[in-house]
């Protein structure tokens, strides 16, 4: 289960370029909310308290309850837009979520046991990460925080393929639903 966040919005009538500018200036980032039931709202969120949840890698595929003028919700991250030459983000994309409803997220892979990996240890091999995260569907309450990829049998020449990794009960992967041709290989040792 994925760690779950909170962040505080405040609801914005002023839409357009030149508002979402003076947002920016405030130190707040333009955002909107939608899925669900209800209406998509637009918001604003504190610049400092997104920037600070970001650093955090499972903020990206987690639970985060919103309070929207003191009424809270439940959405995830759905999309960010980022200035292409400054670490600074213009606008947020959330999604509200039920309890009932599948949701697809993208999760994090972690690739252990790297240097117990025959091909590592025995060959002199390089691992070769070649996917970093995965888009999974599950329940809200089953989003994993991340994936684990046991590298400890991988031996050199050989690769782990997409149907190999093993998921939390509950998860499965979306890739693997268009058919055998989407089984990628996402890790291998050269």
Partial sequence: MANTYSLTAITRNDLGKGASRRLRRENLVPAIIYGGSGEPVPISLKRNEIDRNLLDE??????????????????VLRDLQRHPAKPIVLHADLQRITDD?????????????????PGVKMDGGNVNRLVVDIEVSCLPKNIPEFIDVDLSKLEKGNSIHLSEVELPEGVRSTQLAYGEEHNLAIVSIY
């Fill in 58 to 75: 499972a903020f990206y595929s987690s639970l985060i309850t919103l309070s929207v003028d003191g009424k809270k919700e439940v959405v």
């Fill in 101 to 117: 409803e599948e949701i697809k997220v993208v999760v994090p892979l972690h690739f252990i046991n790297e240097d117990i990996a």
